[in-house]
């Protein structure tokens, strides 16, 4: 039986003969198991060499506080070139990063990437926040990227553990910080755009608009206002008639042609875009379509032909407001509508789409009414 070794006397004298043969059994055994598995033991993140590097701006201001794209690249080339990490490929995308996930199409390309190359250990971004500001969908996917082998790691946040208690408390408060201050933005943008579309301009009497493409028949004028700050002109925008000349007739008559006498006595949008093709008419997408006509057939519509601005028609999520809870501005901008005409036009709208109802047998096909 084996006895314990008694240290002498003035402490400890160094290795003995077993310590020394049981670190040679260990180092037998860890090559044995190295051998069996065919190669040396692995360092843990083996894929950390690699890396690529995301950017993103949602808004103007950003860029001016020093978070530009550019700005937010070279801080990750610098953080890269000191740990020795090779940046593969840079993405960067200038969009919201809580709504309309769908439509990231940078970023979903950023991710095609890292799940391509297995050799890719590292997505590196200025924040957490440039990400993504949705908490849930953040913390789901860096999960689904760790357990993939791949670290989203960030500049300036502090460095998350997932494993301990502390860790997992530290990462649930940063996103949900980022998505709390992503819906204080959310709200006082939504209070300044309401503000703004019922602000008329003093030199021409229409009201400001919040951006967007015009429809058929406007176009978008810019407007000098002054200087909102030192270095930022304030520019408003307003919308007057498209008087593009074409076929002998302007632009916003042409529009008017289409809806009164083509969609006010039942044409479909098909037959309307075929009309505009055929007559050569200017399309800002380069081709009519018949969703685009019904698009422009719609309620909302139809108010803002009259000369109204109608404010979100439409919820966060793209689902249709009731018409109470419009913001309905009257004369925001030149009528190409009467009223009265724009009565007649929605009328004429219901019996098509209940003609294309009755014949599709309760299918309604999108487009054709």
Not at 225 to 238: D, L, S, Y
Request: glycine share 10%; net charge positive; hydrophobic share 35%.
């Amino acid at each position: 039986m084996p006895t314990d070794r008694e240290e002498p006397p003035g402490g400890y004298a160094g290795p003995s003969e077993g310590d020394a043969y049981a670190d040679a059994l260990v180092q037998n055994l860890v090559a044995v198991y190295d051998s069996c598995r065919g190669g040396a033991a692995e360092e843990p993140w083996p894929r950390e060499s690699k890396a690529v590097a995301w950017a993103r701006v949602s808004t103007e201001q950003q860029a001016d506080k020093g978070r530009s794209i550019p700005e937010q690249l070279r801080e990750i080339r610098a953080y890269a070139s000191q740990r020795g990490i090779q940046i593969v490929q840079e993405f960067h995308e200038a969009a919201s990063a809580f709504q309309h996930y769908g439509k990231r199409a940078e970023f979903h390309r950023m991710l095609a990437a890292v799940s391509d190359d297995p050799s890719i250990g590292l997505v590196l971004v200025h924040d957490y926040s440039r990400f993504s500001r949705d908490s849930l969908k953040a913390r789901l996917l860096i999960r689904d990227l760790w357990e993939a082998g791949v670290r989203v790691v960030s500049l300036n946040d502090p460095p998350l553990d997932r494993e301990t208690p502390a860790g997992v408390f530290l990462e649930g408060i940063i996103f949900a910080k980022n998505e709390a201050y992503s819906r204080e933005i959310s709200f006082h943008t939504r209070k300044g755009c309401r503000a703004n579309i019922g602000t008329r301009d003093v030199e021409t009497g229409w009201c400001y608009k919040n951006g967007g493409t015009p429809l058929v028949g406007y176009k978008a004028v810019n407007l000098y206002r002054g200087e909102r700050r030192v270095t930022r002109p304030n520019i408003k925008q307003i919308w007057l008639l498209d008087d593009t000349a074409i076929a002998g007739r302007q632009l916003y008559e042409w529009v008017h042609h289409c809806l009164v006498e083509l969609a006010g006595n039942g044409a479909t949008g098909g037959q309307i875009s075929e009309f505009c093709e055929h007559l050569g008419l200017p399309s800002r997408t380069g081709q009519w379509t018949a969703v685009g006509w019904c698009y422009r057939l719609r309620p909302h519509c139809l108010l803002q032909y009259c000369g109204h601005a109608v404010w979100r028609p439409y919820g966060g999520r793209g689902g249709a407001k009731s018409a109470a809870d419009w913001l309905v501005i009257d004369n925001a901008h030149p009528a190409i509508l009467t009223p009265g005409e724009a009565v007649v036009i929605a009328a004429a709208r219901r019996g098509c789409a209940a003609r294309v109802r009755s014949h599709s047998r309760g299918r309604v096909y999108r487009g054709q009414a």
